[in-house]
């Protein structure tokens, strides 16, 4: 009979990287008409400035005023904001004094995430419209869920009869007394047990969870079922569908977690920008 119970005590909450405020900075094009606009993010923690982020340009704006709005006083404003809140950074925020009535910035909402730079682009996204609509989608990545189907077809392609072998739909589940436990490992042979995980996420934190918890099933998954290897294939995100703000903290935090991945030798690991790509190697795992 297998004890699962040992395993309880190995499951830790993750402590955020980071923790302090988002602060919306706002812009009122016209001070005796009390509409402002969501221009950018601040991020605070310990009541200093540490980051922000400002809208590259407004053109939303001129919806509102026609030609009362111009390119070219929006690109004077961003400069002398930017200028303004970098000489500001690391000082008191709530001391801070806007350079212009125009400009505000609002009360701050608590905030956490792997990094101070993955919570600064995740709140970007959701809060500041007044960019062009048009623009090129910048958090565009590809679900978990979806790379797996796309990775199975591939497989079932390259592998014929063998991938109903080695294919576990839905993860591997192991019964104890009346109780079933599953695992998210995604293909298994006796031999090589495997995972398939999207990191192609705007936001890093929802990258790092995916090959956490993948890592640590089939890491207590091959404890419980003694395999030759273990296998995980990671699909990484794009600077065609993310920012390279986004793209820098991946791959800052990617740097340290691939090479131990790689130097510990403790399975097999592909990694790649493209489904295709993940699907080749993973087809030299299972081809017999």
């Known amino acids: 009979m297998i004890n699962l119970s040992a395993l309880a005590g190995s499951i830790k909450s993750e402590v955020p990287g980071f923790e302090g405020k ?88 608590y905030a956490s995430g792997s990094d101070i730079l993955s919570v600064l682009s995740r709140t970007y996204a959701r809060v500041v419209t007044v960019s062009r609509s048009d623009a090129k989608p910048r958090a565009f990545g590809l679900p978990q869920q979806d790379l797996r189907k796309q990775i199975s077809r591939m497989l079932k392609i390259k592998l014929g009869n063998r991938f109903e072998v080695v294919h576990q739909e839905y993860g591997i589940r192991i019964k104890e007394e009346d109780h079933f436990y599953t695992f998210d490992v995604n293909y298994d042979d006796a031999k090589v047990a495997s995972s398939v995980v999207s990191a192609s996420y705007a936001d890093l934190s929802a990258a790092q969870l995916n090959i956490q ?76």
């Open 22 to 109: 988002w602060h919306t900075i706002e812009f009122q094009p016209v001070l005796d008409v009390p509409q402002r606009f969501v221009i950018g993010v601040a991020i605070s923690s310990r009541g200093r400035l540490r980051e922000f982020r400002i809208a590259e340009d407004a053109s939303k704006l001129k919806c509102f005023y026609g030609e009362g709005f111009s390119s070219s006083t929006w690109k004077w404003l961003r400069e002398q904001l930017s200028a303004d809140l970098l000489q500001a950074k690391g000082t008191v925020f709530s001391r801070h004094q806007s350079l212009s009535p125009q400009i505000y910035l609002g009360e701050g909402q």
């Open 213 to 288: 918890t993948c890592f640590s099933d089939l890491m207590m998954y091959g404890k419980l079922r003694e395999r030759e290897q273990l296998g995980l294939a990671v699909l990484l995100p794009s600077t065609n569908n993310f920012s390279a703000m986004a793209i820098s903290a991946w791959n800052r935090w990617w740097e340290g977690m691939s090479y131990k991945l790689k130097e510990s030798n403790l399975m097999l690991f592909a990694e790649s920008e493209q489904p295709e790509d993940l699907a080749e190697m993973m087809t030299d795992w299972y081809s017999t």
